[in-house]
């Protein structure tokens, strides 16, 4: 969709929708957890690897 979102600051830079310094271009976003009662405890389903950082460490296991 690349569709640039200025309401978002993104600060994701191996995702492929992460563009410049913190824009996101996956025109919709969407975030869980559903029960998250803390910031550690949510995630971002719409983010995708970028072709970069494939076979790095990312400091997370998966």
Known sequence: MNKEINEITCF????????G??????????????SACRCGETQCSTFKLNDN???????CAD
Request: charged share 15%; hydrophobic share 25%; glycine share 14%.
């Open 21 to 34: 310094t913190t824009s996101c271009t996956a025109g919709t976003i969407e975030v869980g957890n559903s």
């Open 53 to 59: 950082a494939v076979g790095k460490s990312c400091g």
């Open 12 to 19: 994701a830079k191996n995702c492929v929708y992460h563009k």
